[in-house]
């Protein structure tokens, strides 16, 4: 086996060591509850609401769920609170795969990254992949292995991201109460897939034709 490769699998099983043991500890319904409570306390909310964006991919939480947690708290108005932490929670597990040695298992997956945001292209391809009804973190991890432009990896996901977080943020502005079930109800999952399907059609045509053509 590889070193890198070796090196690699031990992070990974380390890694979700740490986020199968927050999912023991630690309940996402009972933080974002702690963080709606303090509501009335809008410097201690906005600190616990940062603490929980930067943690989210630590402990493997959906997005959805810090975004209900906005919607309880804001309102619709939070949306675009919702949609700068969605960008924000994403950057973490992005730049550190950055720092990925590109070799190993990592490496190889990383090769695979760059073969498709080079046929879609980086803000396509960031687009179309948050679209798509993916845990948010193996994107990110992907996207920063293949070195996709921060710019471009930034304004992707917040496009991307927009349908999801507005869902979420609704939801919770609607309940008024914090839920972990998730948000993607079936209409909206079809929808955000058929969207990064159309927005992968011309790019793939092309390759296609250059693989006829080859």
Known sequence: MHPATRRQL???VLLAGVAGTGALLLSPAAVLARTTALAAHPWQFVGLLLAAYLVRPLFAWPISVVSIAVGVVLGPVGIPVALAGAVLTC???YLLARTTGHAGLLGRVGTAGERYFAGAGPL???VAARLAPLPADPVSYTAGLARVPLSAYALG???GETPWVTAAVLLGASTRTVQ???????PLVVA???LAVLLLA??????YRRYRAA
């Open 10 to 12: 031990v992070g990974m």
């Open 124 to 126: 396509r391809g960031v």
């Open 157 to 159: 996901t917040a496009l």
């Open 202 to 207: 011309g790019p793939a045509y092309r390759q």
């Open 91 to 93: 950057l973490p597990p």
């Open 192 to 194: 955000a897939a058929a």
């Open 180 to 186: 972990t079930e998730g948000v993607h109800a079936l």
